[in-house]
Structures are given as structure tokens and as C-alpha cells.
């Protein structure tokens, strides 16, 4: 279920049926009207342990210092999927996966204080000297607020 594109419970929770014979489709959106308490658990334990990893790994902060371009391309893209997979199940909607999650963020009361902003500055890179290194930092601010988010939902669970 965890894919950067296609999310099957997302497909399933959204879809209006026409026809459904045999029931199975109906009752899939019945099970899915509410939120899977196991499904946010899996993916905020999941994504959750993947943030605490990378916010304290040496070798992200090397590659910053060597400008790895092409290695702080994929980090930064994996976090900011790790972030949204835990903003999306601490608030209980099914990820979309579909290129535009942003636009769905603003309504959710769970996320770090400026999240769609923030997350956009970070997946900005220019050509300045600094810009891997203000990528970074602001990558680390965003991974601590959403593991606020994080160690509040597992205390729930």
C-alpha cells in the first residue's frame, strides 16, 4: 500500500460504484468509512522509525557537505513521502498518491505549523552555494515537528 503513485484504499474509498453484483465492492467502502485504527498504526510506526533514522544519520549530513546532488535528490523526495504518509494516516485520510497531496493538506488539523509552504521551500533547490545545506536544515526542523505528530499518535495507539 505504500507506493509513491497508486494507493488501492484510496481507489477503493472514492470510487462510486455503478454496479456491484456480488457486494464485494460495497463491502470494501464499508469497511473503509472509517479509518483502520492497524492501517494508521503501520504507517505512522513505519514512516515514524524512518524519520528518527535519517534525522540523525552521518552519512545524509556527508553527502549535504559533498553536495551529492543526485543522493539528496532521492533522500529528500523519500522523507517528504515518509512526512506526508504520517500526516495523511494522523488525520485519518487515505493518501492519494496522485502528484497533488498538497492541495488536501490545508484542511487537516494535524501537521506542523506552515507544512505546505515548508515542504515546498525544501523541495526547492537553486543554485546557490548554501542551498543543499538550507535543505537540510529545513528538512531536520520539518522531521522534529512531525515527529511530535508522530510520538503523540503512538501514544494513542
Known amino acids: 500500500m505504500d507506493c509513491l503513485g497508486y ?7 472514492n470510487q462510486q460504484i455503478i454496479e456491484d453484483r456480488s457486494g464485494k ?4 467502502k464499508e469497511r473503509l ?16 522509525s524512518s524519520l528518527r533514522y535519517w534525522r540523525s544519520d552521518y ?6 557537505v559533498r553536495k551529492d546532488a543526485v543522493f539528496l535528490a532521492s ?12 500526516i495523511y ?6 493518501y ?4 497533488m497531496n498538497l492541495r488536501y493538506t490545508p484542511n487537516f488539523t494535524l501537521k506542523p505549523h506552515d507544512f505546505e509552504r515548508r515542504v515546498e521551500n525544501i523541495l526547492r533547490v537553486s543554485e546557490s ?10 528538512m531536520i526542523e520539518l522531521i522534529g515537528d512531525t515527529l511530535i505528530i508522530v510520538n503523540k499518535s503512538e501514544a494513542k495507539l
Not at 468509512?33 to 515514524?48: E, F
Not at 494516516?89 to 487515505?94: C, G
Not at 492519494?96 to 502528484?99: I, M, V
Request: proline share 3%.
Open 33 to 48: 468509512s472509517a479509518y483502520p485504527a492497524a492501517l494508521k498504526a503501520s504507517i505512522i510506526g513505519r514512516h515514524g
Open 25 to 28: 465492492a460495497a463491502e470494501w
Open 7 to 13: 494507493n488501492i484504499l484510496t481507489d477503493i474509498y
Open 75 to 86: 533522500i529528500t523526495a523519500r522523507l517528504i513521502h515518509d512526512i506526508m504518509q504520517v
Open 129 to 138: 552555494d548554501d542551498t543543499y545545506v538550507m535543505q537540510y536544515s529545513n
Open 96 to 99: 492519494p498518491g496522485d502528484g
Open 59 to 64: 552519512h545524509y549530513h556527508n553527502k549535504v
Open 89 to 94: 494516516a494522523a488525520n485519518e485520510f487515505y
